[in-house]
């Protein structure tokens, strides 16, 4: 009797082990829904944010561009033409440039037939070549020619005007 009494107790301790397993399942199982749920609510609050931070940055790129073109307009209407305002734009934009205009030497290679045309096409690339080497070693362009600013005003001076004109532009019918 007492290995069915044994058998009795084991059977017990089984179901109930079973029992106590089953609910640490649902207890885990439930956690992973909950942890689940948090984490959903969590990207979605995230995505909410990303979406919402890019629309406020979209409306106030949106809105700087506006303003941006409401001055352009207001400095063309200035103007009296948008020409002269893009002209303007452009001066300003090479007056700021580090590129040169123009370039500080000019070598020019061939002859001249006395007529004003040159004969450059006859001199072939080794008569090119050759005219760049004498240029080289002749020294050209090695020393500098820089003005003074008293010389470069009296040279400007007599091509300016003391008074500015008034706008002697006048717009057409069509514009």
Known sequence: ??????????????????????NRGEAQLAEARRLAERDVVLADGDARAKELIGKGEASRIGQTGAAEARVFLQKIEAYRDPRLFALDLVAAKLASSQQPLVPERVMMTGASNGGGESQASNLGPLGTLIAVLLADKSGFGLESHEVSPQAQDSHVEPHVESEPRPNAWQPRAGQ
């Not at 009797?1 to 089953?22: P, R």
């Open 1 to 22: 009797m007492a290995t069915a009494t044994d058998k009795q107790v084991q059977l017990t301790q089984t179901s109930i082990d079973v029992e106590i397993a089953g």
